[in-house]
T-cell receptor, first 114, second 115 residues
Framework: AQSVTQPDIHITVSEGASLELRCNYS??????LFWYVQSPGQGLQLLLK??????LVQGIKGFEAEFKRSQSSFNLRKPSVHWSDAAEYFC????????????FGAGTRLFVKA | DADVTQTPRNRITKTGKRIMLECSQT?????MYWYRQDPGLGLRLIYY???????NKGEISDGYSVSRQAQAKFSLSLESAIPNQTALYFC??????????????FGPGTRLTVL
């Protein structure tokens, strides 16, 4: 069965420091991968997505993610974190030949300290 | 104006009460979804609809029902609310895209508390 694992429940980084949020997926075929961000009191917003092609994907707000098939990973990165990046981040995989199904990870909450 | 709206934004109700959560969208998307979010569990799919005549159960549909009144409206009902249905509920929409795997657009959520 398809699944998404985000190993870190929460992460704290200093403003200006680099960030990497981990995501591992389990899926038998080529996955369709997403990262969403949820700011406090808000719905989820898409940061970036990977369908095919270049394995390094650029997203909004300065985020990027790299698809590594050999490691079944799709980690999210940002070179310099801003206080406004404090939020919860969800990795998701789209699957289901002939249909549609999105599996979300449990989320990683990011705290940014001054 | 928001593309996906949900009403109410917050609701407190009692065990056994019937409650309806409403979702409207102006994006013109055919596909609509209802999720619930619980701490540590991420989002879980309750129901989804690919068009007005197509309703499908998600992974946690027990205790819930839905109605797709129009392309733009998708309502979620709890016929007899119970405390473990206390959660944050999200509506989302999407349009068919390449391979049918595509971005979802989320509403702001409804926080439901069942006492």
């Amino acid at each position: 069965a398809q699944s998404v694992t985000q190993p870190d429940i929460h992460i704290t980084v200093s403003e200006g420091a680099s960030l990497e949020l981990r995501c591992n997926y389990s899926y038998g075929a080529t996955p369709y991968l997403f990262w969403y961000v949820q700011s406090p009191g808000q719905g989820l917003q898409l940061l970036l997505k990977y369908f095919s092609g270049d394995t390094l994907v650029q997203g909004i707000k300065g985020f990027e993610a790299e698809f590594k098939r050999s490691q079944s990973s799709f980690n999210l990165r940002k070179p310099s974190v801003h206080w406004s990046d404090a939020a919860e981040y969800f990795c998701a995989v789209g699957s289901g030949t002939g249909g549609f199904k999105t599996i979300f990870g449990a989320g990683t909450r990011l705290f940014v300290k001054a | 104006d928001a593309d996906v709206t949900q009403t109410p934004r917050n609701r407190i109700t009692k065990t056994g009460k019937r409650i309806m959560l409403e979702c409207s969208q102006t994006k013109g998307h055919d596909r609509m979804y209802w999720y619930r979010q619980d701490p540590g569990l991420g989002l879980r799919l309750i129901y989804y609809s690919f068009d007005v005549k197509d309703i499908n159960k998600g992974e946690i549909s027990d205790g819930y029902s839905v109605s797709r009144q129009a392309q733009a409206k998708f309502s979620l009902s709890l016929e007899s609310a119970i405390p473990n249905q206390t959660a944050l509920y999200f509506c989302a929409t999407s349009a068919p895209g390449l391979g049918s795997y595509n971005e979802q657009f989320f509403g702001p959520g409804t926080r439901l508390t069942v006492l």
